[in-house]
Structure formats: structure tokens, C-alpha cells
């Protein structure tokens, strides 16, 4: 398995403290951010020759990057296309500095995956009702806000694209996630409702593959998917691609 060297070479000690600090950010500590140059453009281009699936999104998408076995990598295989990862911890859609729409680029992707406002939902409401903020990231009936307007532009470019909604947290377990499962259950129905309202959309919730009884399919923290998570997760996406694209 291939490894990159400097983000091994302190992963230990970045990844010991994540049983208080969240990637995710749905918490008073906030999100634990890697920078960008740490992974480069190998790790981030799984496969050869152009890519044609693009994911963005926090860092769910951005997750066991290191161990070539994010979503993204998953994707990659069980497509087999060639995936650009864009993920980036910490990345919300109502944060300028660190905007998941800005991981987007207009290109010739068949698919664009996107997941996201777990960050949104914590570090502005700390995952309590959030009505303002869920309503300007999509409305209930799934048609106004900023994640169908974003999506409409990408559909507009002549992608397909695939949201992923977020999965429970596991059962008994108390993080900076746990009060989040309302809030999150609301925006994964508005989701599939925008899905349902914008041709070209396709909507996969996370919470079908990721058993909150089985704690195997988290990370430490209990916040993050582990490798058998991020597998779970990248196969059901695929799964969604493969039965909807036209080879």
C-alpha cells in the first residue's frame, strides 16, 4: 500500500488526539484541519489518465486519505474511473475561507459527489436547532438554498451529480456528533427531496451502510468513517454511479 511520508510521519500524533478534537467540527473544539500541501496531487488523483468523477466535500470525503482508502479511492475502484479528491476537512458552505464549492472546478466530469454541512450545522448552531442555517443550505422542499442553486450550476456544466447524506453516530457514544442525529436526519430529507425535485441528481444516504451498532465502521473519535466505513460508504456510491451512467 502506498503511503505519502509526511503525513505518516505525524500521523500518530495528529490522529491520537482526535477523541477531542473533531474533523467534522460539530463541537465547541472545532475541526482539526490538515493543510492542503500535505497531500499531493498523487493522493488526491486515484487511477491514470484524466479524471471524469469529481468528489468534494468536509472531511468524510477527505478521510483515510492517507491509507489510499478514502470514499474517493473506493469510488475509484469500484467504477472503475479515475476519481479527483477534492475533500478538505473542515470545509462547509457557509464559510468563504473554506467553501465546498470552491473545491469545484468546471471540467469534463461525468460526476461530481458531493457531501457536506455537518460544519455548517455544528459550528453555527453546535448541533441544535438550526432553522436559519438549514434553511439557507436547503429548504424543505428542496428547491431553494445554497445546495440546489450550487447544484443546478454543475448540472448546468453536464455533470450528474450524487449527494451523500450523513450516517448516525454510533450507539451509547457521547461526541461532539451526538446531539447532531435530528438535525442531520432533516437535512438528509431535504436532500432527497432535492434530489427528487432536480433532474440529474441522485441522493445516498451514508446512514443506509454505516450501522451505529457496530463500532468497527468508525474511527477512534466515533466521528469519522474507518477504513471499512469509508469502504461501505465509496460502494454504495459507486454502486449509484455504475446503475446510472451511460458507458
Known amino acids: 500500500m502506498r503511503r505519502f511520508p509526511f503525513v505518516h510521519a505525524i500521523g500518530t500524533f495528529l490522529l491520537a488526539g482526535l477523541s477531542v478534537l473533531s474533523f467534522v467540527g460539530c463541537g465547541a473544539v472545532g475541526d482539526l484541519v490538515f493543510p492542503r500541501y500535505a497531500f499531493s496531487e498523487e493522493d488526491r488523483l486515484i487511477g491514470e489518465g484524466d479524471p471524469t468523477v469529481l468528489v468534494i466535500g468536509n472531511s468524510v470525503m477527505e478521510f483515510n486519505i492517507w491509507d489510499h482508502a478514502a470514499i474517493a479511492d473506493v469510488i475509484a ?7 479527483r479528491n477534492n475533500g478538505e476537512s473542515g470545509a462547509r458552505l457557509s464559510a468563504p475561507e473554506s467553501d465546498i464549492r470552491s473545491q469545484y472546478r468546471p471540467g469534463s466530469w461525468e460526476w461530481v459527489v458531493m457531501g457536506g454541512g455537518a460544519n455548517d450545522l455544528g459550528d453555527e448552531c453546535g ?6 442555517t438549514m434553511d ?47 438535525e442531520f436526519e432533516e437535512l438528509n ?14 441522493f445516498a444516504s451514508a446512514a443506509d451502510v454505516i450501522d451505529p451498532t457496530n463500532r468497527d465502521h468508525y474511527f477512534e473519535d466515533l466521528v469519522h468513517p474507518s477504513v471499512e466505513g469509508s469502504r461501505l460508504i465509496g460502494e454504495q456510491l459507486a454502486t449509484v454511479i455504475n446503475a446510472n451512467s451511460v458507458d
Do not use: N, W
Not at 445546495?147 to 454543475?154: A, L, T
Open 77 to 83: 475502484k469500484g467504477t472503475g474511473r479515475t476519481v
Open 127 to 132: 448541533c441544535g436547532p438550526c432553522d436559519v
Open 136 to 182: 439557507e443550505m436547503v429548504s424543505a422542499d428542496g428547491r431553494r438554498g445554497e445546495y440546489p442553486s450550487f447544484v443546478r450550476s454543475v448540472i448546468a456544466d453536464g455533470s450528474q451529480v450524487l449527494v451523500m447524506g450523513y450516517y448516525e453516530s454510533p450507539a451509547g457514544a457521547s461526541t461532539e456528533l451526538s446531539d447532531c442525529g435530528p
Open 189 to 202: 430529507r431535504r436532500l432527497e427531496a432535492m434530489a427528487h425535485a432536480a433532474g440529474g441528481v441522485y
